[in-house]
């Protein structure tokens, strides 16, 4: 049968029609594949890029604003003046500010308790001394935790609380102490009643020096009380004593130290009598709050020990009566440790009233 010359035309117009519809169709599937092909490609670019930027954030060198330096007294004493003795030529090696702050209170448990809650990113550090510090804790109750502080870097050492007496005293060493306590009822003077001279204060009564404490408000006004003659005795730090000793108004006749003072080499300490538990080292140093990451205490202490080794640093030191003894942070940690050891041995022995 022949195909009518029409109808022939009219499906070949049909098929064509289909053909056409059919290439339209896959161009289109092959341009909207390759639009998404590139989007994917500038999702993962733009992607890449960003975790790129946050890696170069995360990684950004330390320190890179003000450093604050918290001191847990007031400005003047001798806290505040070894803190001070190296924030110039620290500021110059770190290129940041670095300031001091000066929390005084409650023995210095509330710079303590503070610091101890600051964010652990090394820009907030505190500047107290030790026993003093575990002191605070062990018997005054503080709001933080002496062996959770990261230590990083000590400065100042070879210090310690000597015993002092009137000038005029019959008194010259600490057997003779021992031997007029047991008839007479002795009195003596220091700084608080939570403090490094309360420490001394017990560690004379432990080796048989019997006597009533009497705190008073600073280490100054504890040692007027003695060269005025109103109490037989004091215990007051090395530096506080050395203008009175030298002025003529009290003598030094022994000490707490662990060995003896350069500033009083006759002065006895009592590990020579015998207690070798007896002696501990007042340390000036810095911490920095728990958690802090090693880097960055790394970079603090390094920076530190640098800044110890310029010249505008020990004269201040020399100045302020001060005697150089770097620690680095774990060296600084041992020191810590065993002298909070020491306060928890007596912690009943102090009176907080």
Not at 47 to 67: D, H, L, N, V, Y
Not at 176 to 203: H, V
Not at 217 to 229: I, K, M
Not at 267 to 288: Q, R, S
């Amino acid at each position: 049968m022949k195909m009518n010359a029409g109808v022939l035309f009219r499906v070949c117009i049909v098929l064509t029609l289909f053909v056409l519809i059919a290439a339209c169709s896959e161009a289109t599937e092959d341009t909207a594949s390759s639009e998404t092909s590139e989007s994917e490609g500038e999702s993962e670019a733009n992607s890449s890029e960003q975790e790129e930027g946050e890696e170069e954030e995360e990684s950004g060198t330390f320190p890179e604003k003000e450093i604050t330096i918290v001191v847990s007294n007031s400005a003047g004493g001798s806290n505040d003046m070894a803190a001070r003795s190296i924030t110039e030529p620290l500021q110059e090696i770190l290129d940041v500010p670095v300031v001091v702050e000066n929390v005084e209170g409650a023995g210095g448990n509330i710079a303590r308790a503070q610091i101890f809650g600051e964010d652990p990113d090394g820009y907030t550090l505190l500047k107290t001394p030790i026993p003093s510090m575990a002191i605070g804790e062990i018997v005054e109750e503080g709001d933080f935790n002496t062996l959770d502080f990261e230590p990083v870097f000590n400065m100042f050492g070879n210090t310690s609380n000597v015993v002092i007496v009137p000038e005029d005293s019959p008194y010259e060493t600490i057997d003779d102490l021992i031997e007029a306590s047991e008839s007479e009822s002795l009195k003596a003077s220091g700084s608080g009643t939570a403090t490094n001279a309360a420490l001394g204060s017990i560690f004379l009564d432990e080796m048989g020096v019997k006597h009533e404490y009497v705190p008073f408000d600073g280490g100054s006004e504890s040692v007027q009380q003695v060269a005025g003659g109103h109490v037989d005795f004091g215990v007051a730090s090395e530096i506080a004593a050395q203008s009175p000793v030298e002025e003529g108004l009290v003598r030094v006749i022994g000490t707490t130290a662990n060995e003896r003072l350069d500033s009083f080499p006759d002065a006895e300490t009592l590990v020579e009598n015998g207690y070798e538990d007896l002696g501990f080292e007042i340390l000036y140093g810095f911490w920095a709050p728990p958690g802090t990451p090693e880097d960055v205490i790394e970079t603090l202490s390094e920076a530190m020990k640098e800044a110890s080794e310029d010249p505008s640093f020990s004269e201040a030191a020399e100045r302020a009566g001060f005697k150089e003894k770097i620690l680095m942070p774990d060296e600084f940690a041992e020191e810590r440790d065993a002298q909070y050891q020491v306060i928890e041995g007596f912690q009943e022995r102090f009176s907080t009233e």
